[in-house]
C-alpha cells in the first residue's frame, strides 16, 4: 500500500541511485511504489517505476525512436537533478543508529554532493542546522562539502528515552533546501560498532596516547588546540584495528592497515596538510602530520580511519571512525 509507505529520501537521492537505508534488499521489494521526499518545507512522493515506463514510452514515441535503443541520460526520468559539474545540489543523507555500550544512542549522517568539480562552504547557520535533542543548530556537522558521496562523516548522541523523536539536519544551497530525519526506527539500526557479517569490528583511534578513544562513526574529539595564522602545528593520531579482513575466505586474505586521512570539516580559511593521508599497522601505531591555517577563526579538522572495508564499507555501514579536532587561530 503506498499510503503506508514511511521511508523518506530526498528527490535528488533518487535519480542519484543512492539509497540511504542500510536494509537494501528491503528497499527493492518496496520501492516500486515510490518514495517520500522532504524537501523546501513538505513531503512531496516520487513515482519511480510509473514515472520509469513513462519515461521510456515517451521516449519511445518520438520519431526516429527504435526499440532496443538505450536512452540517453537526458531523456531518463528525474535525470536534470543528476550530476553536474557545478551548480548543483548538495543533500544530507541520513545513514542510520547504533547503540552505543552505556545505552545511549547514536544516530549518523553522511551527504551527496551532486558537483563533481565545486566543493560547496555552507556555514553552520540558517542554512546548514541540526534540529537535535540538545537544540541550536549545531550538532557537529561539516561546513565543507567536498563532490560525490561521503559516509556517515558525524553523529549526533540521543538519550536511552529518546522513543520516537527526531534528528532533522536542514541544508540548503543553490537555491534548494533538503531536510533528512535521523530516527531510532528498527529498520535502520546498522551495525556500526557491533561488526560486519565477518566479524569486523571499527577501527580505534585516540589524540593522545592512552587518552579518550574513539570507536565508530560517532568518534571522538581531542582536546582544543590554539595557533596562529601561517604557523604550523604538529597534529598525531593513534590508530589499531581488530584486523579481520574484509573477506575472510578468500585463500590467503588478509587485511590492510588502517587508512588514516585527513579533512578540513570547518573553518574560513585555507587548511594546509603536509600530509593527509597516511596508514598504521593494524596492532597499533601513530600518524602525524603538520597543519598551517590562512586566516584567524575557528576550525575543525576532521580524520577518518578506515579498515580492510574501505570508505563506505560497501553500503554495510561498518567499519570506519571518526575524530575531530577544534583549532583556534589567532592573527
Known amino acids: 500500500d503506498p499510503s503506508s509507505y514511511d521511508i523518506r529520501r530526498t528527490a535528488g537521492e533518487l535519480s542519484g541511485g543512492l539509497v540511504h537505508s542500510p536494509r537494501l534488499s528491503r528497499l527493492r521489494s518496496r520501492n516500486t511504489y ?30 526516429g525512436a527504435a526499440q532496443g535503443v538505450p536512452l540517453a541520460i537526458e531523456d531518463m526520468p528525474l535525470a536534470q537533478n543528476g550530476a553536474v559539474k557545478r551548480g548543483g545540489t548538495v543533500t544530507p543523507v541520513y545513514e542510520g543508529w547504533y547503540r552505543q555500550p552505556d545505552g545511549r544512542f547514536v544516530l549518523y549522517f553522511g551527504y551527496y554532493n551532486r558537483n563533481t568539480e565545486e566543493v560547496i562552504e555552507i556555514p553552520v547557520g540558517p542554512a546548514n542546522s541540526v534540529d537535535g535533542p540538545s537544540g541550536g543548530l549545531d550538532a ?68 593522545e596516547e592512552g587518552g579518550d578513544e574513539g570507536f565508530g562513526p560517532g568518534g571522538v574529539w581531542g582536546a582544543p588546540r590554539e595557533t596562529v595564522v601561517d604557523a604550523p602545528v604538529t597534529i598525531t593520531v593513534w590508530a589499531s584495528d581488530d584486523g579481520t579482513p574484509t573477506d575472510r575466505f578468500r585463500p590467503g586474505a588478509n587485511a590492510r592497515p588502517v587508512s588514516l586521512t585527513w579533512f578540513k570539516h570547518r573553518g574560513p580559511g585555507e587548511v594546509r596538510f603536509d600530509e593527509t593521508r597516511g596508514t598504521v599497522p593494524n596492532s597499533g601505531g601513530q600518524m602525524s602530520t603538520r597543519v598551517a591555517f590562512s586566516q584567524p577563526g575557528t576550525y575543525v579538522l576532521y580524520v577518518r580511519a578506515n579498515d580492510d572495508s574501505g570508505a563506505g564499507a560497501g553500503n554495510e555501514q561498518c567499519c570506519w571512525t571518526n575524530g575531530y579536532v577544534e583549532f583556534t587561530v589567532r592573527p
Open 140 to 207: 557537529g556537522q561539516p561546513a565543507i562539502f567536498r563532490p560525490g558521496r561521503a559516509w556517515g562523516v558525524f553523529g549526533v548522541e540521543v538519550p536511552t528515552d529518546f522513543g520516537d523523536g527526531t534528528v532533522v539536519w536542514r541544508l540548503t544551497v543553490n537555491g534548494s533546501t533538503f531536510a533528512i530525519p535521523g530516527h531510532l526506527r528498527p529498520d535502520w539500526q546498522v551495525p556500526a560498532i557491533t561488526g560486519d557479517a565477518n566479524g569486523n569490528l571499527p577501527p580505534r583511534i585516540q589524540f
Open 34 to 63: 515510490g518514495d517520500q521526499v522532504l524537501m523546501r518545507g513538505g513531503v512531496h512522493r516520487v513515482w519511480l517505476v510509473p514515472m520509469l515506463f513513462l519515461g521510456i514510452a515517451a521516449a519511445m514515441a518520438r520519431p
